[in-house]
């Protein structure tokens, strides 16, 4: 290899809530770029618009703080590979691709989408496997740069080989081969001019030097596509390892429909962030000697890339909640009482509660006791009926669930918002007023006489309230 430097990143794509598997890859790749002396940087990979969102940069890099990691380059802190959002890269992968085409590696294809979707329908009902018919592989450049000065829309696709085999190495896995003939010609750059994943990934990692690529192993069937692109390029190959997945209990792929994946779950649960970086030192990987306790710097000096193990690691929260215990015991009395607090008893929350609670008070007494559930995390859902009359366990699982589905995409907690996403579902479903807000309230504050809903809703905040309408969900259908 002949990197002069270890230069490791991460690329999370800005499209939701800030993940625990982006933690995951994050910490590896810090623990391995501060054993060799080498950099962390982060690059935000926001080029598909149409999952982007907006507040989602914001909340990875805050909660990636949060946790302790600190990166050496990237959007926040700047660097000398910048920029550091592949959104203001555009013009640099589109003259990569430009570049390709002028190789004659790469073509132009005008193929519009209603006839890609007629070789999809002929191909399948044929039974023969999926993919581009490589239409516009050999038009003539002179034909191609006509249709273009006519402002036809195209995009760019890289020509792959038609026989033959792609192999890489992964430093977990050894050699990994495809046949080419299962390779599509990849789409490298949109007509809309953006550059689609596997482009601007290659071309970023390229110029931001990266010399190790370490990411989930849902990337790997991606890689061959990356193989071929470097080798167009005739640029280095770094490193490619693929870490395993994080697993639910039942061993399929973390999913927050089993397992809250938010970052900003764990925090407003309370687990410590030094607890959860532990916890996740040992998904894949052991520090040895029956040892679980250890810190960030304990995990870097005794890290190697040959610890870790391709078993699918299981997220289990019982065990994380045994490892935050320990670390609870262990905090310094001036510590434990800032985190409750100021993180428990936030005043920005005791502020936003107190038009809404003072009239159901009349002591200070009765103040814990009466908003309880703004401080739980679980609820008991035994005792209160949340099924309305005349419907079943199983019709409330379903409006349950669907609301879930709907709150998932919505990014605007406040009133305004909450307020048109829950009408438009209680109306689509036709459910009575009543019967809708009687169940949410009891399912996300367990009470009748809660404070009112919405108020208490943006209080709760979207991690505590998805919470526990998925736990209810699993109540409701046990
Ligand atoms: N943007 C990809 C993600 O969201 C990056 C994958 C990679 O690291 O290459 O995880």
Same mark, same amino acid.
């Given at each position: 290899?002949?990197?002069?430097?270890?230069?490791?990143?991460?690329?999370?794509?800005? /499209?939701?809530?800030?993940?625990?598997?982006?933690?995951?890859?994050?910490?590896?790749?810090?623990?391995?770029?501060?054993?060799?002396?080498?950099?962390?940087?982060?690059?935000?990979?926001? /080029?598909?618009?149409?999952? &982007?969102?907006?507040?989602?940069?914001?909340?990875?890099?805050?909660?990636?703080?949060?946790?302790? %990691?600190?990166?050496?380059?990237?959007?926040?802190?700047?660097?000398?590979?910048?920029?550091?959002?592949?959104?203001?890269?555009?013009?640099?992968?589109?003259?990569?691709?430009?570049?390709?085409?002028?190789?004659?590696?790469? &073509?132009?294809?005008?193929?519009?989408?209603?006839?890609?979707?007629?070789?999809?329908?002929?191909?399948?009902?044929?039974?023969?496997?999926?993919?581009?018919?490589?239409?516009?592989?050999?038009? @003539?450049?002179?034909?191609?740069?006509?249709?273009?000065?006519?402002?036809?829309?195209?995009?760019?696709?890289?020509?792959?080989?038609?026989?033959?085999?792609?192999?890489?190495?992964?430093?977990?896995?050894?050699? =990994?081969?495809?046949?080419?003939?299962?390779?599509?010609?990849?789409?490298?750059?949109?007509?809309?001019?953006?550059? /689609?994943?596997?482009?601007?990934?290659?071309?970023?990692?390229?110029?931001?030097?990266?010399?190790?690529?370490?990411?989930?192993?849902?990337?790997?069937?991606?890689?061959?596509?990356?193989?071929?692109? &470097?080798?167009?390029?005739?640029?280095?190959?770094?490193?490619?390892?693929?870490? @395993?997945?994080?697993?639910?209990?039942?061993?399929?792929?973390?999913?927050?429909?089993?397992?809250?994946?938010?970052?900003?779950?764990?925090?407003?649960?309370?687990?410590?962030?030094?607890?959860?970086?532990?916890?996740?030192?040992?998904?894949?990987?052991?520090?040895?000697?029956?040892?679980?306790?250890?810190?960030?710097?304990?995990?870097?000096?005794?890290?190697? %890339?040959?610890?870790?193990?391709?078993?699918?690691?299981?997220?289990?929260?019982?065990?994380?909640?045994?490892?935050?215990?320990?670390?609870?015991?262990?905090?310094?009395?001036?510590?434990?009482?800032?985190?409750?607090?100021?993180?428990?008893?936030?005043?920005?929350?005791?502020?936003?509660?107190?038009?809404?609670?003072?009239?159901?008070?009349?002591?200070?007494?009765?103040?814990?006791?009466?908003?309880?559930?703004?401080?739980?995390?679980?609820?008991?859902?035994?005792? =209160?009926?949340?099924?309305?009359?005349?419907?079943?366990?199983?019709?409330?699982?379903?409006?349950?669930?669907?609301?879930?589905?709907?709150?998932?995409?919505?990014?605007?907690?406040?009133?305004?918002?909450?307020?048109?996403?829950?009408?438009?579902?209680?109306?689509?479903?036709?459910?009575? @007023?009543?019967?809708?807000?009687?169940? =949410?309230?009891?399912?996300?504050?367990?009470?009748?006489?809660?404070? @009112?809903?919405?108020?208490?809703? =943006?209080?709760?905040?979207?991690?505590?309230?998805?919470?526990?309408?998925?736990?209810?969900?699993?109540?409701?259908?046990?």
């Amino acid at each position: 290899m002949s990197f002069d430097r270890v230069r490791v990143r991460i690329a999370p794509s800005p /499209t939701g809530d800030p993940h625990v598997g982006t933690a995951y890859v994050a910490l590896f790749n810090y623990v391995f770029a501060k054993k060799n002396g080498g950099d962390f940087i982060i690059r935000i990979e926001d /080029t598909d618009q149409s999952r &982007y969102r907006g507040s989602s940069e914001d909340m990875i890099l805050r909660s990636l703080k949060w946790l302790g %990691l600190s990166w050496d380059e990237g959007p926040d802190v700047g660097g000398p590979c910048g920029p550091y959002r592949q959104s203001e890269r555009r013009e640099i992968h589109a003259a990569h691709a430009m570049q390709l085409v002028d190789r004659g590696l790469a &073509y132009r294809c005008f193929c519009t989408a209603a006839r890609l979707d007629g070789v999809r329908k002929e191909q399948r009902e044929k039974g023969q496997t999926t993919g581009y018919d490589r239409h516009c592989r050999d038009l @003539p450049v002179a034909e191609a740069e006509r249709r273009m000065a006519a402002s036809e829309p195209f995009v760019i696709r890289l020509k792959m080989p038609l026989s033959g085999v792609t192999k890489f190495d992964d430093a977990l896995r050894g050699t =990994v081969e495809i046949e080419n003939q299962r390779l599509d010609d990849q789409v490298l750059l949109k007509s809309d001019g953006y550059p /689609t994943y596997h482009l601007a990934n290659v071309v970023d990692d390229h110029l931001m030097k990266i010399s190790h690529v370490m990411r989930a192993e849902e990337w790997i069937s991606s890689t061959p596509k990356h193989v071929l692109l &470097y080798e167009a390029f005739g640029w280095e190959k770094p490193v490619f390892c693929h870490l @395993p997945l994080l697993r639910n209990t039942d061993h399929s792929k973390i999913s927050k429909r089993k397992n809250p994946t938010s970052l900003r779950y764990y925090e407003r649960a309370g687990i410590l962030p030094d607890a959860l970086l532990n916890y996740l030192g040992l998904m894949g990987w052991s520090f040895g000697d029956n040892i679980e306790i250890f810190n960030v710097e304990e995990m870097t000096s005794r890290f190697e %890339l040959k610890g870790i193990h391709l078993g699918g690691p299981i997220f289990d929260q019982t065990k994380l909640n045994w490892l935050n215990n320990q670390y609870l015991q262990k905090l310094s009395d001036d510590r434990f009482v800032s985190l409750i607090r100021d993180q428990m008893f936030a005043p920005e929350i005791l502020k936003a509660l107190r038009p809404f609670v003072v009239e159901r008070m009349d002591r200070l007494d009765q103040f814990v006791d009466k908003n309880s559930f703004f401080f739980n995390g679980a609820l008991q859902y035994d005792a =209160v009926p949340l099924v309305p009359n005349g419907k079943t366990a199983a019709e409330l699982a379903t409006m349950v669930s669907e609301l879930v589905e709907r709150l998932d995409e919505e990014y605007e907690w406040d009133m305004e918002h909450l307020k048109a996403c829950f009408d438009a579902h209680r109306e689509a479903i036709a459910w009575k @007023p009543k019967d809708y807000f009687m169940s =949410v309230r009891l399912i996300v504050t367990g009470r009748k006489d809660s404070p @009112p809903l919405f108020e208490s809703l =943006v209080i709760l905040g979207r991690e505590m309230v998805r919470f526990r309408l998925r736990d209810a969900l699993k109540f409701l259908r046990q």
